[in-house]
């Protein structure tokens, strides 16, 4: 019930494109989902989160979409650059973020 | 401001020895978090700290592992007779908890037990 399921494990997309990744939990006590960005032999950075009362939050290029029903949430990164070539974790939280999940992460290479 | 800080950013030890490992929170975060990376793998959480409520340890592998903090400053983690899989990354996450669940996390601690 703890676990955050994400997907694809790796990630190929050409300049321009869309890179989606997709995440799904079961414990609906979760209330925060963010995700975390990390170049290698970085920590993780967050770059954008959700909390279950809208569907969809967008900044830039970075759109999460939010499902209640379907336990689901994923990231959608419009006109993909080679800059954004790293590794991409979605987790999950409640309790204020005592109880704190992560993904296991989706490599993304953004071929030039 | 500063970020989370780390040290030392790598460590190399002998197998059977001790280690310990420092975080430096943001000043003002009450929360902070300890995770495990091992190579290409996700974040493995280890122990939770908030205020002064009592650590959340469930994340800890083994009785080797322990981790302290002192009041919402510094913490430390340390790991008895370190053993061949302890070998990772480990990551220290500050957060304030009044402004939501943003963790920041520091730029890691490389461990390899040779």
């Known amino acids: 019930q703890q676990q955050v399921k994400q997907s694809p494990q790796s990630l190929i997309v050409q300049k321009g494109g869309i890179s989606i990744i997709n995440c799904a939990y079961e414990?609906?006590?979760?209330?925060?989902f963010p995700w975390y960005q990390q170049f290698p032999g970085k920590g993780p950075a967050l770059l954008i989160a959700?909390?279950?009362?809208?569907s969809e939050k967008k900044e830039g290029r970075f759109t999460i979409s939010f499902n209640k029903s379907a336990k689901q949430f994923s990231l959608h990164i419009m006109d993909s650059q080679p800059g954004d070539s790293a590794t991409y974790f979605c987790a999950a939280s409640y309790n204020y973020g005592q109880n704190f999940v992560f993904g296991p992460g989706t490599r993304l290479s953004v071929l030039p | 401001g500063a970020g989370v800080s780390q040290s030392p950013s790598n460590k190399v030890t002998e197998k059977g020895k001790d280690v310990e490992l420092r975080c430096d929170p943001i000043?003002?975060?009450?929360?902070l978090y300890w995770y495990r990376q091992r190579l290409g793998q996700g974040l493995e959480f280890l122990i939770y700290f908030q205020g002064n409520s009592a650590p959340d340890k469930s994340g800890l592998p083994s009785d080797r592992f322990s981790a302290e903090r002192t009041g919402e400053s510094v913490s430390t983690l340390t790991i008895q007779r370190t053993q061949q899989e302890d070998s990772a990354v480990y990551l220290c996450a500050s957060s304030l908890i009044r402004r939501g669940d943003e963790q920041y996390f520091g730029p890691g601690t490389r461990l390899t037990v040779t």
């Open positions: 959700i909390r279950p009362d809208v």
């Open positions: 414990n609906t006590a979760f209330d925060y």
């Open positions: 000043s003002g975060h009450t929360a």
